[in-house]
């Protein structure tokens, strides 16, 4: 097969693309008249409480922000480490990284308790608060990977801009993931967070859970658009999943180890190792053991290169792992009783010292899926528009790139 | 003929419609700009009223504290409108009994708990619209009109101190503005603190016979809450977090 030059085109709307894009406009619509139906009740109608005031919209909120800062990984790689195999998907990996970040904010703002207040939050700025730097962050994410989108993209703009962009864009996702484990990590009040390991554990979740993300919606819109998507690309994105996931593990094991070593965590560590019910499940079950252990034997298990099924799969696998993982930090961290005062037990009538109950309710599962749901629709509709998706992604014609 | 000029002091005023306009900008900005200032600094009125010479505080006596009474909760249901509707777990709660158990020993003693006033309020840190303020005389409050309900204070705050309003709220106190989707505590009832009388709570424990509760600037030496603390042995809840509270504990 001859070795083309890379041309990127919009994807043709047919049959398939237009059922998927169905899905993705009903899914955006439920989350839409979750929105409205919780507005107008109050968060009465949902799982949370005066416990548990963060639930499923922040899981979502999060998962789609890390997935945001990790898609932009595959063009950093190729700008910034010079990994030229990458480099037609660079494009892709922009606009997705927008789109998710978009779906994450969407959900997030939605499930403020005064949405129509979104004017104040943007003239009134307490700049002490990590959320008034990650809004910051957030903001200047979007401004400069279009500004990075634009310098790839426009031909009259000189190739040698593209590093340095690229560089921004990547520090810049470094901070903008720092600033999201922090929202936790500075968190005094709590015994499962308050710890600086936060920030590099949300980077590491990031890459994995951006990778999963990438490999899903390169498959996706590859099968869509009828676009060639070699074998051996898929397999390197996959291998690299499977360090990220590594990482991820790694990062998971020095944060509980460190809080067991200290006794005033030990209470907060049995309940997330052994007590904790639907946490501890989530945690070895759904966390470690399928979101870590398993796409690990997927990815190292093959000898040959990992088959487009695996990587599928893997990654389906990675991305059920951060949805655990985010759930067991945000739920399980505010389920676990607060204490009161170093030596005591507390209790009343308002659940001091006990683990609090959280019931998600229908409406915040499907505002945190409508989120996904219009992240998705967003990066179709940027493949659509935008030449951003090269028509072949074969083996053969990245070969020479490599 | 030399013609006469008149000189500075001579020369009648002449107003343009230039200036004229300009003047009233002028008097606008001086009428509106303290009003306007105020608001862009998420300032409220009772931000206004503080006295920075004063840090009001509470010493709660846990020794006096009945086990079984609760008159300072009702006290603060009914002084500033929050009672709730049977459901513990969304009912917001600005002040709630609370039984401490020495792991060691088991002995139990019963307290209020409410919003602790500290001084390095987590609460004020973290909230991003600058809401959450605290005034001068160190009361901690929540401004209603620029709180957007995101919640990141309830996270913050270690004495679960604050409370989410999850449903419309009805029937409100005039000097104690609610709304569903904004978040809420105690404001050591800064409206009757600014007219120079004690909040609900300390008032009800006193005409209970307790006399568990005593309010006072803590910044005078001659007040009796900072003569108790002088004399007795005192703790803050989480005083590993150094945060300074202006509520203080004793015999706990």
Redesign the interface.
Known sequence: MAIDRTIYREIPVNFPLAIAAGCLAALMLCGLVAFVYIEHHGHIVTGMTNQVVWGMPHVFAIFLILSASGALNVASMASVFDKQVYKPLARLSGVLAIALLAGGLAVLVLDLGRPDRLIVQITHYNFVSIFTWNILLYSGFIVIVGAYLWVQMDRSVHPKWVRPAGLVAFVWRLALTTGTGSIFGWLVARPGYDAAIMAPLFIAMSFSLGLAVFILVLQALCRFSGCLLGGALVSRLTGLLGLCVGVVLYFTAVQHLTNLYAAEHTGFEVFTLRDGGIYTILFWLVQVILGGVLPLALVLGSAAPVSMGRATVASLLVVLGGLAQLYVIIVGGQAYPQELFPGFEASSQFQDGQVAAYHPSLPEIALGIGGVALALFSAGVGAKVLRILPTNLSDQNLAAKD | MKTATPGPAEQLPTVSRRDFLRSGAKLASLVLAPGVTLM?F?GSEARGAADAGKRWGLLIDAGKCAPDCSACVTACENENGWKGSGN??????WI?????????TGRESSMP?MCQHCEEP?C????????SFKRADGIVLVDKH???????C???????AR??????VTNQKSHAPR?????ESCTLCVHRVDEGRIPACVEACTAAGHGAMVFGDLLDPDSEISKRLAQYPSTA?????DLNPGVRYTE?
């Open positions: 862009a998420g513990p777990e969304t009912d917001v709660q709630r009994k609370v039984t401490l158990k020495n792991k060691a708990v987590p004020v840190d973290v909230c991003p619209t600058g809401a620029i709180c957007i309900g995101c919640r990141y309830m996270m913050a705050c270690p004495f679960k409370s989410f309003v999850h449903e419309r709304g569903v989707g904004t978040v809840l989480r005083p590993d977090l706990v």
